[in-house]
């Protein structure tokens, strides 16, 4: 198993999605995952304290996300994207 879900669980929500270590259960640490990418539908978004994975674009162009921790539950919904970076 991937260990107990952290107070702070996007991390460890995409670690049951994508595998990886008990680093990962830190969103931030996603920046070290994979190869940087341009965003695109199944890359994994990291902001400092948030992660998750793009879905798809809604209709003006945002972003559609779904992660984990978000209002306490796994959500897909569009985000906002800017600042954040993107792996895959």
């Not at 830190?26 to 890359?43: K, L």
């Not at 674009?57 to 559609?64: F, K, R, V, Y």
Request: charged share 15%.
């Amino acid at each position: 198993g991937i260990g107990p879900r952290p107070s702070q669980w996007c991390g460890w929500w995409l670690r049951t999605q994508k595998g990886g270590g008990p680093e990962y259960n830190i969103a931030w640490n996603w920046r070290n995952y994979g190869v940087p990418t341009a965003p695109q539908i199944g890359a994994i978004v990291v902001w400092k304290h948030h992660v998750g994975i793009l879905m798809g674009q809604t209709a003006s162009g945002q972003w559609i996300v779904k992660s984990g921790n978000d209002s306490g539950a796994v959500r897909t919904r569009a985000r906002s994207v800017e600042g954040a970076i993107f792996r895959i």
